[in-house]
C-alpha cells in the first residue's frame, strides 16, 4: 500500500491504493471518473487517455504510484457548471461523437495539442490524435471538430 | 487487473541499486509500456518492481556537453528537444515515429534498450551515433557499446541486478543524417523495417558512411562491411548497388531466408539507394 497525493481536475487528491492498480483503476473505483474508459487495456485505443502534468498517457499503462505530486486531469476537467468547453461543443457541432467510447480520450489528446499549438495544421490534428481508435466516425468529422476548436 | 506486485520508488541511484541487489523476483520499471503489457499477459510476473523514473541523478534528460541521455529521458523529450534535434537529429527522427503521443510521452529510451526488442525504434539510430552504456549494480560500474549489448530478441547483457545508468552518443561533425522506418500502419504498429544513417562525402566521395539496419535481424546491427567497402568511393557510381548488395546478403546469412524478404529486402534497398 501506498499513500499518493496528487492534483484532479484543479482540486487536492489523496488516496491509499495497493502498488499494482493503475491510475485507470484509481481514478475510476476511488475518484468516480468515469470519463476514463478501459478499452485495450494495452495501451493501443486510447479511450483511458488522461493528461499527467498536461501531457496525454494511456491511464491504462501507468501504475497509480506514478501520479503521485502530478497533475491528473481528465474530461471532467474541461465542462464548468454544466457549460461544455468550446472543444467539446466543437465535437457535438460536428457529429464527432457516435456511440462515445473514444470520445473523452479523444477529447483530452485534441485538448493537450490545442494547448501546444493553437492553430495546428491537418497533419498536427492526424499525429496529435493517432493514439486515439474511433470506430464509428471514420475521423474526419473528429478532425473537422478539433480545427474548428483551434478558430475560437 | 493486473496480478499483485509490489513497487518500489527509489529517490536516487543508489537507493536504487541497493534495491535492485537485495530484492529477489524483480523487474525494472521505466515508461512501463512495455513491462505493464507483459505483466498483464502473464509474460513476465515479477514480484518487486523498481520504478527508475524519480531517480534524481537521472532528472535531468540530456546534458549537451558530454552528450549523455538520461536512461530516463522519454521519446517525446528525444524527439522534440532542440539540442537532440540538433546534435543527434537522426535519434530526434526515430523516437518520434515511435507509438503514439500518449506512449511516447511515458516510454524512456533506456527502456527501449534494456527491453532489447528488435524493432526498438531507437536503436538504429543510437548506433549510428555510436552509443556506449555506463551499467552499475551496487558497488560496480562497466561501460559497453549498444552494438555488443544487444544479444537476442529480447536479451541483452543486462544482468539481473544491473542499471543502464547513463547512455552516452558520440556526436558526428559534417555529416546529413536520415531515419526512416517502414509498418503496417503509419501510428501504433511495430516497425517492420527501420533504417538510419550518417553520411559524410568529400569532393564527391564518400568520407565516411554509417547505416543501422533494425527489425530485420534478431539484434538491430551496423552494416560494418558495406560502410567500409564505401569509403572513397566516388558518389556517382556502381558502390552503392554493391554495398546494398552486401547488406542484404549479410541480413540472409543471419536470418536464413524469410517470407518477409519478399518486401523487406526491396524496401531497404530503395531506401539506400535514396540515402546514399
Redesign the interface.
Known sequence: M?KICFQLNGEKAEAEI?????LL?VLRDRFSILSVKEGC????C?AC?VL?NE????AC???A??A?GCDVKTTEYLSKDGTLHPLQEAFVKSGAVQCGYCTPGMLM?AY?LLQEEKTPTEEMIR??I???LCRCTGYIQIMEAVKDASQI | MLPRFRCLVPKNKKEALDMLKDEGNTRVLAGGTDLLVDIRKYTCCPETLIDITRIREFKRPFDRVSGILSPAATHAFASGSGEIKQDFPALALGCAQVGSPQIRNMATIGGNIANACPAADSVPPLLIYDTRLTIESQGEEREEALEGFLLSPYRSSLKRDELITAIKLKKLKGYRFGFKRLSIRAALSIGRLSVAWAVKERSGAYEDVKIAVGSCTPVAFRAREAEMFLKEKPVCGGAVKEAEEMITAGIREKTGERPTHAFKLPILRNILTEAL
Not at chain 1, 495497493?18 to 493503475?22: A, F, G, P, S, W
Open positions: 501506498q495497493e502498488d499494482y492498480l493503475t483503476e487495456g494495452i495501451g493501443e486510447g487517455t499527467l501531457r496525454p498517457v494511456y499503462l501507468t501504475l504510484v506514478k503521485d489528446s493537450a499525429e496529435g493517432s493514439g486515439n
